[in-house]
């Protein structure tokens, strides 16, 4: 057994579901090895032995990290006056506040995302160019791994200015097709096809929107689908586009996803955060908010379709599947949470917080403090 390293026992939660095992983690919490509970012997050494639930780190599947900075209450409205383009509340804001203002803003939310144990984000990213260097600076600054769905300011529809956009983002994220021409649109989605990147595009969150001209694009992530019918989301499950879905901005607007139905229907789903002026980059928060309003609603979603929306989709839909499983061999560098290791499944969605995350070499936020090893005899 290693000296200095860690024995977690108790559930692992990843893409092949729950399992009873025991891992070694280093001391700086990579996957050593993995076992079944019972098989390990008599350890000895330094170690500090761990129960609870071990889990793949999320991944935010969208923000909107541009207006975070925002400074108070967002005000009442629908969703056309608070953050469509290009008249909305929003976007005013953006167009006359300072630089600075928007850094810091982007600066913090990454840094509440990190002392989380959230893994990276995929940000909607406004205001062209400039924008998305914005935005990629300060990610790279901060070690923070932000996947930068960018768009042309106006309704620039050349495809120069569709093609400056992709040379520097990881895709275009666009707003709801009435927001933009149908040829602006048509022509974002032929040059991410030609380039290997990333169409996503918001789809009915405040009114339907025909599904056959949004599934027309190809795009790879819709978001929202509030309005949706249960024929639209058999649509999208058909065609097995991811949908990022946001119940906390959207009940700022009377409204929610129907996750019951897609889950019903096996839509694959992911678990974004939306706009930073609307709310915290917490998909803890998220994840219960989701659960709780299902139920009052009438209208249930298992805790296990909420937790792979935000722990183990992602990974899938970044082409990155082993990050949804937690093995030595591609290491792994789980979340170990210090919770019961009765229905996990719940107790990640419900009950997970940095509060029972066990730190091993993550910096600590204030308040805070290390884990120390102790001997095990």
Not at 14 to 35: C, M
Not at 306 to 321: I, K, N, Q
């Amino acid at each position: 057994m290693p000296k200095g390293a860690y024995l977690f026992e108790g559930v692992i939660l990843d893409r092949a579901g729950p399992s009873r095992d025991y891992l070694v983690l280093s001391s700086e919490g990579q996957v050593l090895e993995r076992g079944r509970r019972g098989t390990l012997g008599r350890p000895r050494g330094w170690l500090d032995r761990i129960r609870g639930i071990a889990i793949p780190p999320p991944f935010n599947g969208h923000t909107h990290l541009g207006d975070a900075g925002w400074p108070r209450e967002p005000p009442s409205g629908t969703v056309e006056e608070i953050v469509a383009p290009p008249h909305g509340l929003k976007h005013r804001w953006l167009s006359r506040v300072s630089l600075a203002v928007k850094r810091e803003g982007i600066e913090g939310a990454l840094d509440e995302m990190r002392e989380l144990g959230i893994a990276g984000t995929i940000d909607f990213r406004e205001e062209g160019r400039p924008g998305i260097r914005l935005l990629r600076n300060v990610s790279e600054r901060e070690g923070f791994r932000c996947v930068i769905l960018g768009r042309p300011r106006g309704r620039a529809q050349s495809p120069q200015a569709v093609r400056q956009i992709l040379a520097e983002a990881d895709g275009i994220g666009l707003s709801a097709l009435r927001d933009v021409p149908r040829d602006l649109a048509e022509l974002a989605a032929a040059e991410c096809r030609r380039s290997g990147k990333i169409l996503a595009l918001h789809a009915s969150e405040s009114e339907r929107e025909p599904i056959d001209s949004i599934l027309a694009l190809r795009p790879r992530l819709l978001v929202h689908l509030c309005a949706a019918t249960p024929s639209d989301l058999d649509a999208v499950a058909q065609e097995g586009v991811e949908v990022a879905v946001c119940p906390r901005s959207n009940a700022l607007f009377g409204r929610q996803p129907p996750l019951a139905e897609m889950e019903r229907r096996h839509v694959r789903l992911l678990l974004g955060t939306d706009n930073g002026m609307l709310v915290r980059p917490d998909l803890y928060r998220e994840m219960a908010f989701a659960y709780y309003a299902s139920r009052l609603r009438g209208q249930p979603v298992r805790p296990e379709t909420l937790v792979r929306a935000a722990f183990l989709e992602p990974w899938e839909f970044l082409g990155e599947p082993d990050r949804a499983q937690i093995t030595a061999d591609p290491p792994a560098r789980p979340l170990v949470f210090r919770l019961p290791e009765t229905d996990p499944w719940y107790q990640i969605c419900c009950r997970a917080s940095t509060r029972y995350i066990h730190v091993l070499s993550r910096r600590p936020s204030s308040g805070r403090r290390r884990s120390r090893g102790r001997r095990i005899r």
